[in-house]
């Protein structure tokens, strides 16, 4: 699977952005699916993540009530609605075809298997 992320951009406090993650392969839909960023000297931290069917989602308490996660099997992408977004939102976002979304939100590991390039979200004050 290679996923391409796209959709970041330069954007005021308060503001929305739409992340889109497409991904390439057959196994798309068999896949759970993350968002994941990284601030500047930072290390890499979890944002959300999907079931392969769409019926749950996970999200990191900073960008709960936020941000959501939605994915287009028919598409093979996935997205990341992001609202209200302050300047701490800042940062690199990747997306990411996970191996097992129950350790993902039981805290066991993130087991990612393929991930995307990184798609820049600068948040102005």
């Known amino acids: 699977v290679q996923l391409q992320a796209s959709g970041g951009g330069l954007v005021q406090t308060g503001g929305s952005l739409r992340l889109s993650c497409a991904a390439s392969?057959?196994?798309?839909?068999?896949?759970?699916m993350a968002w994941f960023r990284q601030a500047p000297g930072r290390e890499r931290e979890f944002v959300a993540a999907?079931?392969?069917?769409?019926?749950?989602?996970y999200y990191a308490d900073s960008v709960k009530g936020r941000f959501t996660i939605s994915r287009d099997n028919a598409k093979n992408t996935v997205y990341l609605q992001m609202n209200s977004l302050k300047p701490e939102d800042t940062a690199v976002y990747y997306c990411?075809?996970?191996?097992?979304?129950?350790?993902?939100?039981?805290?066991?590991?993130?087991?990612?298997?393929?991930w995307g390039q990184g798609t820049q979200v600068t948040v102005s004050s």
């Open positions: 392969g057959r196994t798309f839909s068999s896949y759970a």
């Open positions: 990411a075809a996970v191996g097992d979304y129950g350790e993902l939100v039981m805290g066991i590991g993130y087991n990612v298997r393929y």
């Open positions: 999907i079931t392969w069917s769409g019926n749950n989602t």
